[in-house]
């Protein structure tokens, strides 16, 4: 288990025994260092001290070579049981007493060394020079045993680890108790916490145990969790109002819809009933007109072409033909709208052929030039595809001040090309047909007004016609679910571009 | 110290080959030991300052009779010094010769004059010194006495209180302490 991952009380516990031990230890060894070199020198000291004495007291026996007197005053090594062996030296560096009388010279080195002391391993000997005044008459040497120090050293270290193994003891009681006022705090602030993120019980406060760096975390903790309590009400409440608000607005939301899907279910049956009234009127209007025609062809025929009732008999057939036209443009286009036709095989090029066909003499006697390119063959409905196109022709030879030229080419595009359409499938292929003239052209900004129904640009008087013709144009490009655009310049003429799916995937 | 190892190379020279040297120069081995003692005895002694001349004057050891050691007792005192004081030898035949000096070594051949030299010397701080059995019983102060084939120092104490000599505790405690009757 790493440090880091330890439990707080171990690691209190863990310091505080690391600390008190390495201390001890510490100070341990410095009292046994300092006790091992003092003791040693106070040996060396007395020991010296010991020598110098009897070194002087020797001096006599040493100068009248008296033997005897040496050995008695070495004798006064019994009261030193750490002194084990001594002897006298004289000038000559031969032994010349020792004590104890019973230890073999071989113990004694055979000459004294140099003056001073050394120790080895057990025993400590000291070389003392027997001077009288300053005459040089022998050397003292004195083996002093260490015992003393070793089992004294024995004694200290016996002591010092009986000592650290008290204060060890001591300090892991002492830290149990200690270590308890620092984690225990801890542990029930950690154990308040657990019980708050288990529970989301922010109500819970912590308790304070008292004013150390705990208390203030305690504190800290608190106003945490007052803060927290708070905010949780005012997020609870905002929630509530957002609810409330949500519920609120779908209830408008809904309302609305239903209002509107009421409106457009009434303006749906008001455009069908319209569309029924258009149909339904307009073809019983043809009936008194075909009578008004029938009957003023009759009267017209009977009645001599000088006589001024002619005159208006004429007028009264052509105003009822005009009619009979018009009525017959709006049946056209109400039938566009409600009939949904079967769709086929439309060759474009086909249609247009056929339309220059039915136009020949009007082309003819306009002098106008039909430049048909390559047109597609597309999926529709072939008599609203010649009513399209018929309408197109007709109105470039209507509005026209010179020789008309109608070009008539296509190409094929993309469906993300037409992005600007919202209802234009990006994945479909449309034809684009542009279908040019030399005419009068108009102004750009009425583009969008010559789709509309019964809307004209030129007098009636100029330009005859029902105002419905390009208003059908668009419809039938609708029900193919394609687009029609115009582009023109007074006196320039006019380019409408028709964009037709394909339906290639459908082939 | 080099003058004394010289001194015993030579002692050992002179005992190692006695007959190239002539008697004169060397002593029974006894009288080497009593001239080595004799020169000791001014290390363990102190005499009054007023019987020096100076603060640098030597200490002078007389011999008093026919001089048993010959030239060595000069030998062993050359280059030695005692308190600063370096030590000579004069040598006396007669007892009236006697002048100034520190230790008066008494031979042998001095027995009938014994009372008149110790009597005549008895309060002038000389430290008296002989062989003679009745030395210290005359009132000399240290004899040399022959016991076991070893020569062993005897003092009288009685006779160096009657002067302003200090002999050395340690000089008395190796030396065997004669004490008179009368005492």
Redesign the interface.
Known sequence: MRLQDLPIQQKLMRTILLTCGLVLLLVCIAFYTYEFFTFRDSIRQQTRSIARVVAANSTAALAFESPNDAFEILSAFKAEPHVVAAGLYDANGNLFAKYPDSLPVSVFPPKPTENGYYFTSDYLNTFQPVMQKKDFLGVLYIKSDLKALNERLLLYSGITILFILLSFLLAYALSKILQASISNPILKLSKTASIISNEHDYTVRAIKHGDDEIGLLTDAFNHMLSQIETQNNQITSFNHQLEEKVRQRTMQLENANTELAVVNEKLLKSNKDLEQFAYIASHDLQEPLRKILTFSGLVEKGLPVDDSTHDYIHRIKQSAERMTALIQSVLNYSRISRVEEEKERVDIEEVVRSILIDLELSLAEKKGVVNIGKLPVIQGNKLQMAQLFFNLLSNSLKFSDKEPVVNITSEIVNGQQLAYYPTAVKDEKYARISFSDNGIGFDQEYAAKVFSIFQRLHNKQQYPGTGIGLALCKKVVENHDGFIEVKSREGEGTTFIIYLPLHSSAD | ?VS?LML?LLLAAVLLQPHTLSAQTAPAKEFQ?KAV?LF?FT??TQWPATTFADANAPIVIGILGDNPFGAFLEKVVSG????GRSIIVTRFTQPDQIKTCHVLYVCRNMHDKLSEILSAVEKKSILTVGDDDDFLKKGGMIRFALKND??K?QICPAAVKKTDLII?A??L???EIYKTETN
Do not use: G, P, W, Y
Not at chain 2, 80 to 83: A, D, L, Q, S, Y
């Open positions: 110290m004394r015993l030991i003692f000791h290390q363990f030695e010094t005692v308190n070893k020569i120092v050395s340690k000089l405690a190796v030396a």
